[in-house]
Structure formats: C-alpha cells, structure tokens
C-alpha cells in the first residue's frame, strides 16, 4: 500500500538546522511531484516547498533562502533541509506526493514535528 514516511523532526534552536526526509513506497515516486507542507498550531496547513517529477523546485516566501528541497529517484526519498530556523518554522511537517496527469493521485504522510525554540 502506499506509505509516506516523514522523520527528521526534533527540537532545535533558533538559528540551527534540520533535515527533514520522507521515504515513499507503494507507488511510482520518479513520476510524483512532491512537497513540503506544513500546519502550526491554529493555522491552516500551508505550503512549504515543492520539487517536480522534473526536478523544479518552488519555495514559500517565508523560507526561500532558508530551506532546500531535493529528491533521490533511487531511494524513493524527498528531502527538506532547512537552516537559520524561526520560532515561527514551528508546525508539524508534512510530505506530500501528487500526479495532476493521469493516472492522478494525491498522498499524504502522517507528519513530523519541529519546534524551533530556546
């Protein structure tokens, strides 16, 4: 079945650095776009960085500059590497894989947390 497994998360300082991956199975992950979403507490979820299947990548304002996202087609893994991390990064961090072409999907990963605090 498809899995979408998020790990990386903690607690980390103002300034300090993380790297978020999630590994995916169950469906073809070199096809996918995939994302980085992320939903603080009271807050919608909302986007944080997203990488095609051709390997564009797109930022939020509030993290260009900051946090990178990349993808091994061999390892079925996406990445976040975020730096110079905010309090207000704090939220729980999803992975996201969509299609919009046939065939069309749309899965989503049960979430990490990172709480960026003193």
């Known amino acids: 079945q498809v899995q979408l497994v998020e790990s990386g998360g903690g607690l980390v300082q103002p300034g300090g650095s993380l790297r978020l991956s999630c590994a995916a199975s169950?469906?073809?992950?070199?096809?996918?776009?995939m994302g980085w979403y992320r939903q603080a507490p009271g807050k919608q979820r909302e986007l944080v960085a997203t990488?095609?299947?051709?390997?564009?990548?797109a930022y939020a304002d509030s993290v260009r500059g900051r946090f990178a996202v990349s993808r091994d087609n061999a390892k079925n893994t996406v990445y976040l590497q975020m730096n110079s991390l905010k309090s207000e990064d704090t939220a729980v961090y999803f992975c996201?894989?969509?299609?919009?072409?046939?065939?069309?999907?749309?899965?989503w990963g049960q979430g990490t947390q990172v709480t960026v605090s003193s």
């Open positions: 996201n894989a969509a299609r919009e072409r046939p065939p069309r999907y749309e899965f």
């Open positions: 169950g469906f073809i992950f070199s096809i996918s776009d």
């Open positions: 990488i095609t299947s051709n390997y564009r990548t």
